[in-house]
């Protein structure tokens, strides 16, 4: 503000309230993956006007599944991931996939791929992850966020999802 940078401070405010907003809406079991998406966007912004990082979002969704109904708060988990442990990149890209994939006229599943160029897992966090109900119990504090999708899928979807963790 001492600044007078007028245009960021209303990016800024503006973002923060779209981002508090879906945050703190009712406490609904789904919502579309445009909303998600949208939630995701806004929280990459305030994450560059506050940190003043170059991030690039890319969003490739498709077209038949902007309706779908997915969890809240499952693809900006992993975003989150991606900017809170970036690992000295300069330029970090992260990169969201969306593929509805029909199995046959009555049965689809949504596919959602989210990579970033911010580095690896360790071996020993892929077993993790990639094993979640074998090492965690709900009440561990590691890889909340992680586990907290993991556990909201697997009640909302009944044990149908899947979550796969790896280096490309």
Do not use: W
């Not at 503000?1 to 406490?27: C, H």
């Not at 580095?119 to 907290?148: A, P, Q, R, T």
């Amino acid at each position: 503000a001492e600044n007078r940078d007028y245009s960021r401070i209303q990016d800024l405010t503006l973002s923060l309230s779209d981002y508090f907003r879906f945050i703190f809406r009712d406490n609904r079991a789904v919502v579309p993956l445009r909303d998600e998406l949208h939630s995701t966007k806004t929280y990459v912004t305030l994450y560059r006007l506050n940190y003043e990082k170059d991030v690039t979002l890319d969003i490739d969704v498709d077209a038949k599944a902007v309706d779908v109904p997915i969890l809240p708060l499952s693809i900006l988990t992993f975003v989150e991931n991606c900017l809170k442990h970036t690992q000295s990149v300069s330029a970090l890209k992260i990169s969201i996939k969306t593929e509805l994939v029909e199995i046959s006229r009555d049965a689809a599943f949504l596919n959602i791929k989210i990579s970033s160029n911010n580095g690896f897992f360790s071996s020993e966090d892929l077993d993790f992850l990639n094993n979640i109900s074998k090492y965690k119990s709900l009440y561990d504090d590691y890889h909340v966020g992680v586990s907290n999708v993991y556990y909201r899928m697997q009640l909302t979807y009944n044990k149908k999802g899947t979550l796969e963790f790896y280096n490309t």
